[in-house]
């Protein structure tokens, strides 16, 4: 919402359950698999708020330097992965608020991403016309609390999306994908 709002309202009665605010638009909501009390939502304010909504109150906050535009969370555990306007895609421990990963690798705002069912990669595309896969993405692995570290998983693929890809409606399956290196 524009206005930084977001209501859980019931399907039943139309009853407004719970009322969040950001101070900026929120781009992103995300319900938890690992707890369903728990919604994370990401906002222009910089923000990804995790709330509690057995109480309707934050539980913890997220800072990053700029804005977030998606939130998502890794399969079956509690930890966030949002997508951030500054480039970067990092990954948050919902329960202490510790920054787990830093990946850098887009030059420009990344779109869309995915955690694997089993967590052991990330993929990410961007407003860069490329696509990276981290792997491994060791979520087990020492903290990385440093926001200007370099990606702290191994970018395994890059794949650059030639100019004007998917733009024509008439596109076949035969035109190039772009060049893959390791």
Same mark, same amino acid.
């Given at each position: 919402?524009?206005?930084?709002? !977001? ?8 009853? !407004? ?31 990804? !708020? !995790? ?26 555990? #509690?930890?966030?992965? #949002? ?33 694997? %069912? ?16 981290? %792997? ?39 035109? #190039? ?6």
């Amino acid at each position: 919402a524009l206005d930084g709002s !977001v209501r859980v309202t019931s399907l039943e009665s139309g009853k !407004v359950l719970a009322s969040m605010t950001h101070e900026g638009s929120v781009e992103a909501i995300a319900w938890c698999s690992f707890d369903d009390k728990w919604l994370a939502t990401a906002g222009m304010d910089g923000n990804v !708020v !995790v709330w509690d909504l057995s109480v309707a109150a934050p539980r913890i906050t997220l800072e990053h330097k700029e804005g977030v535009i998606g939130v998502t969370w890794v399969p079956n555990q #509690p930890l966030l992965s #949002p997508l951030s306007s500054d480039t970067s895609i990092r990954v948050w421990d919902a329960r202490s608020g510790e920054c787990i990963r830093t990946l850098r690798a887009h030059e420009d705002i990344p779109l869309a991403w995915a955690v694997s %069912a089993d967590a052991t990669c990330l993929i990410s595309g961007g407003d860069d016309r490329k696509a990276y896969v981290f %792997a491994p993405l060791d979520l087990d692995a020492a903290k990385d609390n440093s926001d200007d570290a370099a990606a702290s998983s191994t970018v395994h693929t890059h794949v650059a999306i030639p100019p004007g890809a998917g733009e024509d409606a008439d596109a076949t399956a035969d035109a #190039p994908a772009g060049e893959a290196s390791d």
